[in-house]
């Protein structure tokens, strides 16, 4: 072990030692979400951007190439918070590594490369989650509590709205496979882990209005689901007040609700949510090294459960295709 690397152990003070990749927008959100962790320190990031590198805090070792964070200071594991075009390659090189790995959602453009991901992992014998980190909102938590517990009855609709302020940058939008890929994943996989239903059926309308390149600015999306109830999606990109994400439950014997990231105070339930989210991959790191169990351990989103989002999000944009298609003048 160098010099460098002894410094980097020691800083961490006995917390989980995080490596970074990625130092934009959202990598520069989790080391936010985790500055006054107690458990969790990160002490190393990469980012081919040297401006972004320069806007790390000091006590953070940087480097320009994955390889180069890996052979130069002790990781526990890492978080994937890189372009979603380059989820995949930098997850085959974590595998390699057999570093166990958080990526940050959806874990590739595609359904496809979130197997690649899978396997690659399960080759390795390497931990993988995904971070849909609604799992880790405390009033959704006690919300699906309430409905496994039967509390709502049986579950007739599940209403999901994620409206975020504004746009992002054409840079990200351009790399982040649209409206449904980039922003649709998160409610899918919602609606999955709230009521315990697959969906089996998809219908989608978006509008016109401001369409990028073909990614349209809102979509909403009706689906069938398993266990006999029913789902909607409403996902848009302008919303002057804020970011906003709510969600209703309607059940036989009562209804709830929860707008759960509100216009103007949304940072504190969404860090709060990364936190949490990242002690729990800490947590099961530890205990698959103690020789537990080789899931997440019951709390987080596995690669799986990202695999069947992706699959949700590609009969949108297939439907999208389709009334495109339908809507254009005959030659």
Not at 202 to 211: A, F, I, N, Q
Not at 213 to 222: A, E, F, M, T, Y
């Given at each position: 072990?160098d ?48 401006s ?8 953070i ?6 390889d ?15 372009p ?10 974590l ?18 490369q ?86 089996v059926t ?10 990028n ?10 689906a069938e689901l ?11 990109r ?9 969600v209703?439950?309607?059940g ?35 205990a ?20 069947i ?23």
């Open positions: 072990m010099d460098a690397s002894v410094m980097t152990s020691a800083s961490a003070n006995g917390r989980f030692r995080l490596g970074l990749v990625g130092a934009g927008r959202m990598g520069r959100t989790h080391l936010g979400a985790l500055g006054d962790s107690s458990q969790i320190a990160v002490v190393a990031a990469t980012d081919p951007s040297e972004a590198r320069a806007n790390l805090p000091r006590s070792r940087t480097f320009s190439r994955l180069e964070m890996l052979g130069g200071c002790e990781l526990d594991g890492v978080i994937v918070a890189a979603t075009d380059r989820h995949v390659e930098v997850v085959r090189g595998t390699a590594a057999r570093v166990p790995i958080l990526c940050e959602k959806p874990c590739g453009l595609t359904a496809e979130t197997e690649e991901c899978a396997r690659a992992a399960e080759e390795a014998g390497c931990l993988l989650q995904v971070a849909y980190w609604r799992r880790f909102v405390p009033e959704l938590q006690a919300l699906r509590e309430r409905i496994v517990a039967g509390e709502l009855g049986e579950i007739l609709a599940v209403n999901c709205y994620q409206w975020d302020e504004s746009p992002p940058p054409v840079e990200f939008r351009d790399r982040s496979g649209g409206i449904f890929v980039d922003m649709g994943v998160h409610e899918f996989d919602q609606v999955r882990w709230l009521t315990r239903q697959e969906f998809v219908d989608v309308v978006v509008s016109r209005l401001g369409e390149l073909g990614d349209p600015d809102c979509g909403q999306l009706i398993d266990g006999g109830a029913t789902a909607l999606v409403s996902l848009g302008w919303h002057p007040d804020g970011d906003s994400c709510k209703e439950v309607f036989t014997a009562g209804t709830a609700s929860s707008w759960f990231l509100r216009p103007g105070d949304g940072n504190a339930v969404f860090w709060q949510a990364l936190r949490g989210q990242a002690e729990h991959f800490a947590r099961s790191v530890a698959r090294a103690d020789g537990g169990a080789r899931s997440d351990g019951g709390g987080g989103a596995n690669v799986g459960d990202a695999v989002a992706l699959k949700v999000a590609e009969l949108a944009v297939d439907r999208v295709a389709r009334a495109s298609s339908d809507r254009a003048p005959s030659a």
